[in-house]
């Protein structure tokens, strides 16, 4: 178990996911109140592994007290409601997120963004398919409160700052043990994945498409200018070097947005021919993926004035911008 002089100590269980992204951690700092970082998804598989984990380390089901949930991706929060069963845990998320658990109405609305983005129907359609192929992915979950950032978690030896670092999602909470240096970070940062910027309804306004590359950049600010020793990602092996991942993720940005500013033209083109042009390859979830990390890193351009957007037809395009 890692423990550090400020007294934090923690196990970090590895389990599996039906997703591309592979396996996610499960964080379980063992101190009182026994409180876990993210549950993982709603599989057979992963309760027998999470199950499994915490019998390795000593820790029963009924002890749960608190379970923190990083963002509400289903990889991340689905175990929460059969933890919560088993314990009667408080269940906390970042207050942004908390609308998108288990409500279908944000599914809706992200798939109206999609359309005006030139997504075809077929494709949106294959994508509920393929979602509910894969189960119960998005239980409703008995949530206790929620979470702003600025909130400390206190545990019997030591605390946790709770952070509000949104990109990822609107509504995205990290954990932070400032005198070690070390950050739980969700998917806020990962190794060898770039978090995708998704294409997701604006919690304040479903209509809206949130703007979650600019965010997610500001959070790179925020975080480079921490004392960042050790990152634990939602998924993958610890960060050792953040500052070294921080600069290659903002350098990353900055070469895709150049490559889509070269893109554009006069007329306009829409998210989705944006995206085939760029990754010609794509199917299935590629596709939202591609569309979603399009359409994010144009609106980097637009706020330098650089690009527009124009509708027509319930479509949104985009094109380079004229600048007099
Ligand atoms: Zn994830």
Redesign the pocket.
Known sequence: MPTYPTGLRFERIVVPTP?A?GP?NVYVFTADPVTLFDCGPNTPATENALLLGLAAIGVAPQQIARIVISHS?P??YGMAPRLHALSGCEILIGRHDRPKLGDSSMLVATGKLLLQAGMPMEELVEMGHRERRLGELRPEVPVSGVLDGGERLAFDGFGLNVLHLPGHTAGHVCLWDEASGVLFS??TLLLDISPNPLIEPDPQDPSERRRSLIEYIASLDLLSGMPLATVFP??GPPIEDPKGLIEEMRAHHRERTERLAKMLDGAGKTGWQLANELFPQLEGFDNFLAVSEVVAHVDLLIEDGRAEQVERDGLIYYRRARTG
């Open positions: 997703y992204v996610a991706h990889d991340h969700g998917d939602g998924h």
